[in-house]
């Protein structure tokens, strides 16, 4: 099976502006999450989609955002930038969404906000 | 509020020597704990997770709910084990989907 893809894997934004970031699970898998990681806060859990619905959301403003759709895609939207958005952005997806189950990370979309 | 600690940021060992990366947490429920890992230019993957109670890489984690701790242990370290290591946690009443994570430990393995 073809693992987690996150497009683009690279993307440099100015203040402002907002971004759109996208994520492909593995097949068949119906949960995906994202995560921001940079070095002085680690890994942060941004917000997890189920069947098109948003289950769990971690601590950030609501200029972060996210849908999933049918085909369990996801993407994730930051609208007005900030200098401290600048971050690895992870999605991970697990195939049901149970308690024990194994996420498998995307390789990341490096943002840098200039 | 749940937390998860990993007080070292860097460990340094010779190979073969004993490896301990500590991981300590704080959670009022039922706590799902696991250790992720990062190879230098590869993604975050699972290692192991309590719950399987398994030997991964020579690896072993035992979830001690007195001490609130996970620490990782493998009684011979190799090269190969340099990585970076983060212990995580989920919790019963949101599920795995949703990971704290520690800091995360640096863990390099000298010849």
């Known amino acids: 099976k073809a693992g987690v893809t996150q497009t683009p894997r690279y993307l440099i934004k100015t203040r402002g502006q907002q971004v759109t970031l996208s994520c492909s699970p593995i097949s068949g898998h119906r949960s995906v999450s994202w995560y921001q990681q940079t070095p002085g806060q680690g890994l942060q859990f941004l917000f997890e989609y189920f069947s098109e619905t948003q289950r769990n959301k971690g601590n950030f403003p609501g200029r972060f955002s996210g849908r999933q759709f049918s085909n369990s895609r996801s993407e994730m939207n930051v609208s007005t930038l900030e200098l401290g958005d600048s971050a690895l952005y992870l999605c991970?997806?697990?195939?049901?969404?149970?308690?024990?189950?194994?996420?498998?990370f995307g390789p990341g979309t490096r943002l840098t906000v200039l | 509020a749940q937390r998860v600690t990993q007080p070292e940021k860097l460990l340094s060992v010779f190979k073969g020597a004993p490896v301990e990366l500590k991981c300590n947490y704080s959670y009022s429920g039922s706590p799902e704990l696991f250790w992720y890992v990062q190879y230098s230019r590869q993604r975050l993957q699972l290692l192991l997770r309590?719950?399987s109670r398994e030997s991964i890489k020579g690896f072993t984690a035992d979830l001690n709910k007195g001490e609130t701790s996970f620490h990782l242990k493998k009684p011979f370290a190799q090269e190969e084990d340099s990585a970076m290591y983060y212990c995580?946690?989920?919790?019963?009443?949101?599920?795995?989907?949703?990971?704290?994570f520690g800091q995360g430990t640096r863990l390099t393995i000298n010849p």
């Open positions: 991970a997806s697990s195939s049901a969404g149970g308690s024990t189950d194994t996420q498998y």
């Open positions: 309590h719950i």
């Open positions: 995580a946690l989920s919790g019963s009443a949101w599920g795995a989907q949703k990971l704290v």
